[in-house]
């Protein structure tokens, strides 16, 4: 047995991994009692965009209506230090057979990345810690990160008035090598979708180095 694993192994010693609703340990980080309350909540929807002008990519899918117990979640995760839920997300990502299925339609995914002081001040990049751990399960994706790279520091969009969003995103992201994505599907991962900017800003520099399609996944859509 590898070093490694046997770190793991002590890890979920230690750490155990826990329901994102109720804290209850369960290895799979999501009960069963829980996953009944969050399928009746489900959304489960698949947003088509290929006829609208004003946006780079082609569909969004989500699984929530960022509400309710969903929402309190969410803002845990990013702003509370409840790391551990990303176990759960990636559980509800995995449960979900249209999400799965919608997926699979593309080569490359990509999570939405932060600034590197930004990353420094969390200690982690809330999508990346999903996506890492969904794709070991899905592996019909290859995961690509550190390549689309956020090169401003800029406002967190939460902060701001839904007309001061399309500006505050415009010229913060950059691909660093094209030749791995020109000509390839590629899906978007972030944990929130509002108004779309964000998704549209990194569509829109992605689709300028050749990506043939692009596809967003959010766990959930304002």
Request: charged share 30%; net charge positive; aromatic share 10%.
């Amino acid at each position: 047995m590898s070093i490694i694993k046997i770190l793991e192994i002590l890890l979920e010693l230690i750490y155990p991994n826990v329901c994102g609703l109720c804290e209850e340990i369960n290895k799979n980080s999501l009960c069963k009692n829980c996953k009944i309350k969050f399928d009746n909540i489900k959304t489960e929807k698949i947003d088509n965009y290929k006829n609208d002008k004003t946006k780079f990519f082609d569909n969004h899918g989500y699984i929530f209506k960022y509400e309710g117990q969903i929402r309190k979640m969410l803002i845990d995760y990013k702003f509370n230090d409840k790391t551990y839920l990303y176990k759960t997300f990636t559980r509800m990502i995995l449960n979900s057979e249209k999400i799965c299925d919608y997926i699979s339609l593309y080569d490359i995914l990509i999570p939405v990345p932060i600034h590197k002081n930004r990353l420094k001040q969390r200690g982690y990049n809330q999508s990346e810690l999903i996506a890492k751990e969904f794709v070991e399960e899905f592996k019909e994706i290859k995961l690509v990160k550190q390549n689309l790279i956020k090169i401003k520091n800029n406002y967190a969009q939460s902060q701001l008035k839904k007309e001061e969003r399309l500006l505050n995103v415009r010229g913060v992201y950059k691909v660093l090598n094209h030749e791995i994505l020109y000509n390839k599907k590629v899906i978007l991962f972030d944990d929130i979708y509002t108004t779309g900017n964000t998704a549209n800003e990194c569509a829109k520099v992605l689709k300028s180095v050749g990506v043939k399609e692009i596809g967003v996944l959010t766990i959930a859509k304002d």
